[in-house]
Nanobody, 125 residues
């Protein structure tokens, strides 16, 4: 059974940092594209960052230069380092995965097969 479990969310002041983690079990994440999405209350879920099975990364313009996606294949874990958090960043953050050995990663929600339950991020001004 494939499971993705996020952790690391919490409350932080604007300008602060958080590191989210997504532990994968039931399959080998190193041969998958993985991504972070977020959904703020009342909004649609939006793509944040993704990493291909070969390690190439893409970040949404809204987080570029502030967030960094990475993975540790030895731990089957995906990370999202979030620095300089802004009042517009609060949301439920979800990790997602799709078995795909490619040099590029997908940014569309429909491309991903496995999803975690999410971890909440709150930013106070």
């Amino acid at each position: 059974q494939v499971q993705l479990v996020e952790s690391g969310g919490g409350s932080v002041q604007a300008g602060g940092s958080l590191r989210l983690a997504c532990a994968a079990s039931g399959y080998t994440s190193s041969t998958s594209n993985m991504a972070w999405f977020r959904q703020a209350a009342g909004n649609q879920r939006e793509w944040v960052s993704c990493i291909s099975s070969y390690g190439s990364t893409i970040h949404a313009d809204s987080v570029k230069g502030r967030f960094t996606i990475s993975r540790d294949n030895t731990k089957n874990t995906l990370y999202l380092q979030m620095n300089s958090l802004k009042p517009e960043d609060p949301a439920m953050y979800y990790c997602a995965a799709r078995p795909s050995r490619t040099s590029y990663c997908a940014t569309g929600e429909d491309s991903y097969v496995y999803w975690g339950q999410g971890t909440q991020v709150t930013v106070s001004s």
